[in-house]
């Protein structure tokens, strides 16, 4: 093994393990819609695989628990098949986790994340644990910290969910998500929701399909593996480094 999978080992292993081990990186995804070309399954899987490939630059310091599979997703709703979690919900498994977890000496947390939606409720989840349970939380954006590569290979004005940038991870990390002969642009209304995006002078709520009606933006069709590789790579050099000077030095 080529780093530490708690699902896939023995008390015993895991005893061991905790020797070197000071960071539990909790993949954190979401079941929801991802337009006609990905399954809904995709953050979640997208967490869990960039979790293995962060554990592997991490090793021996890091093991990665089970995948928090479902997330905050209300404003996929509307489309079948997404299923949400309320904040509140997915606080509370946070933190029976990481609860549990340091109950055999962990103190170091890391809530890699692959959903946007689920940002605003992990800020809350990491002050909120972190005092209540005396313990350090942290958390991150799967790819968010790849802005070199994202400039250069995403060109849409509008992107970030199963676009050109989400596809091209899925390409390099779980080409099994991806519906090839399916791949579509984002199909825009216009809408209210426009002065409710992130940079606007207000923020708010809105229900995906007032924005997309296949619930994609960005384009898919400008998806490449090497795109993807750049992405990963990048992003994992980033947190990689981070994570080495938070707990390392």
């Not at 898919?220 to 790579?233: F, H, K, N, Q, Y």
């Given at each position: 093994?080529?780093?530490?999978?708690?699902?896939?080992?023995?008390?015993?292993?895991?005893?061991?393990?905790?020797?070197?081990?000071?960071?539990?990186?909790?993949?954190?995804?979401?079941?929801?819609?991802?337009?006609?070309?990905?399954?809904?399954?995709?953050?979640?899987?997208?967490?869990?695989?960039?979790?293995?490939?962060?554990?592997?630059?991490?090793?021996?310091?890091?093991?990665?628990?089970?995948?928090?599979?479902?997330?905050?997703?209300?404003?996929?709703?509307?489309?079948?098949?997404?299923?949400?979690?309320?904040?509140?919900?997915?606080?509370?498994?946070?933190?029976?986790?990481?609860?549990?977890?340091?109950?055999?000496?962990?103190?170091?947390?890391?809530?890699?994340?692959?959903?946007?939606?689920?940002?605003?409720?992990?800020?809350?989840?990491?002050?909120?644990?972190?005092?209540?349970?005396?313990?350090?939380?942290?958390?991150?954006?799967?790819?968010?910290?790849?802005?070199?590569?994202?400039?250069?290979?995403?060109?849409?004005?509008?992107?970030?969910?199963?676009?050109?940038?989400?596809?091209?991870?899925?390409?390099?990390?779980?080409?099994q998500l991806i519906r090839q002969d399916k791949l579509e642009k984002g199909v825009i209304v216009e809408g209210d929701w426009r002065l409710l995006r992130p940079g606007q002078p207000l923020q708010g709520h809105y229900y995906y399909d007032e924005m997309t009606s296949n619930g994609c933006i960005g384009?898919?069709?400008?998806?490449?593996?090497?795109?993807?590789?750049?992405?990963?790579?990048?992003?994992?050099?980033?947190?990689?480094?981070?994570?080495?000077?938070?707990?390392?030095?």
């Open positions: 093994m080529d780093f530490y999978d708690l699902t896939k080992m023995t008390w015993p292993e895991v005893a061991e393990a905790l020797k070197t081990v000071k960071l539990a990186i909790i993949p954190v995804g979401a079941h929801e819609q991802h337009g006609p070309h990905m399954a809904e399954s995709c953050d979640a899987v997208l967490a869990e695989s960039m979790s293995h490939r962060l554990a592997q630059k991490l090793h021996p310091y890091a093991l990665v628990t089970p995948t928090v599979n479902m997330g905050v997703s209300i404003h996929h709703i509307h489309f079948p098949g997404t299923i949400t979690l309320k904040p509140s919900t997915l606080i509370s498994v946070l933190r029976d986790m990481i609860w549990s977890l340091k109950q055999h000496g962990l103190r170091n947390f890391l809530l890699l994340n692959a959903h946007g939606g689920n940002q605003s409720t992990l800020s809350v989840a990491s002050a909120e644990i972190s005092q209540e349970l005396d313990v350090k939380v942290y958390y991150a954006k799967t790819t968010a910290s790849a802005k070199a590569a994202i400039k250069q290979h995403v060109h849409s004005t509008l992107f970030g969910h199963s676009c050109e940038r989400e596809v091209s991870e899925a390409m390099y990390l779980a080409p384009d898919a069709t400008a998806a490449s593996l090497e795109a993807g590789r750049e992405i990963v790579e990048e992003a994992l050099e980033q947190l990689s480094l981070a994570l080495r000077k938070l707990l390392l030095s």
